[in-house]
């Protein structure tokens, strides 16, 4: 059975003895409800290190939205029963008050590639993001971090700090999973109607086709106006953005010649679904 570690002291104990070993340490940060997605992070950490933790912790400052806080899927028993099948050496499931005790003041705030589009949507998220992550790999040891693609933006922010920061350890970005009919894994994919999850891999299909259009010699603009009608058409809430950034500095982007991420959120059924591909 996967122990299932609740403090501080009790990880960084276990790590510390895994390091005297002479083992490596991979971290998978996780917010539980764990799918095909997280379980693909975990395999890759466990190919590449001596030893893996996967962390499961709802962390309150990275939720704008206190009702979306409140909605979110917890179900630590089966994801210990996932993670079992990987299997992970640890998981670490604090309470809030073991990662914030009383009187804790401090936060992490990464500028540039943190303030435009996720940044600008949900204020004080990735506020949230890079001082947790921080902390994690602090309470872990860690050696490498593993980070899915999907959150691209996320994915950023989090090699930024680390760069800026220097912290010792490395990270590494991992392909999005996707479900058969192309939607990203989500842990938020549950709380779609039947109906709303029929729609919901227009998603993809529309930035995917746009992302096409531009490599044809379209125009961006044009490009994404037509995603924008396709998801409105096939029942999509509300649209919150389809951008073409830079891929590293998450900046507006018309040079073909750099990488490029076409990234967009928006919202079905009342929840907010995020995606992104290369263009």
């Not at 700090?161 to 999973?177: A, H, K, M, Q, S």
Request: some cysteine; glycine content about 8%.
């Amino acid at each position: 059975m996967i122990p299932i570690l609740r403090t501080v002291a009790e990880v960084r104990a276990l790590a510390r003895g895994w390091k005297q070993a002479g083992d490596s340490i991979g971290v998978v940060p996780t917010m539980g409800a764990l799918h095909d997605g997280h379980l693909s992070l975990a395999r890759r950490a466990r190919a590449e290190c001596g030893r893996v933790i996967t962390t499961i912790f709802v962390n309150p400052k990275q939720f704008n939205n206190p009702e979306d806080l409140k909605k979110y899927p917890r179900s630590e028993e089966a994801d210990a029963a996932l993670l079992g099948t990987v299997p992970v050496d640890a998981i670490f499931a604090p309470e809030p008050e073991e990662v914030y005790p009383e009187g804790f003041i401090t936060t992490v705030s990464v500028g540039g590639v943190a303030e435009p589009l996720e940044g600008r949507m949900r204020p004080g998220h990735f506020d949230g993001v890079a001082t947790v992550v921080t902390k994690l790999f602090g309470m872990t040891l860690a050696d490498r971090g593993y980070f899915g693609q999907k959150d691209w933006q996320q994915l950023q922010v989090v090699l930024r700090l680390t760069r800026d920061l220097n912290l010792p350890i490395e990270i590494v970005g991992c392909e999005t999973i996707r479900e058969g009919d192309g939607l990203a894994m989500s842990s938020r994919n549950v709380r779609l109607t039947a109906a709303g999850r029929r729609k919901a891999p227009v998603l993809y299909a529309a930035i995917t086709a746009a992302a096409d259009d531009i490599r044809a010699g379209q125009s961006d603009r044009m490009a994404i106006r037509e995603a924008a009608e396709a998801m409105r058409h096939a029942g999509f809430d509300r649209v919150e953005y389809i951008e073409l950034r830079d891929a590293a500095t998450l900046m507006p982007s018309d040079d073909p010649a750099r990488p490029r991420r076409m990234l967009a959120a928006a919202w079905l059924d009342g929840v907010r679904l995020i995606d992104n591909i290369p263009v």
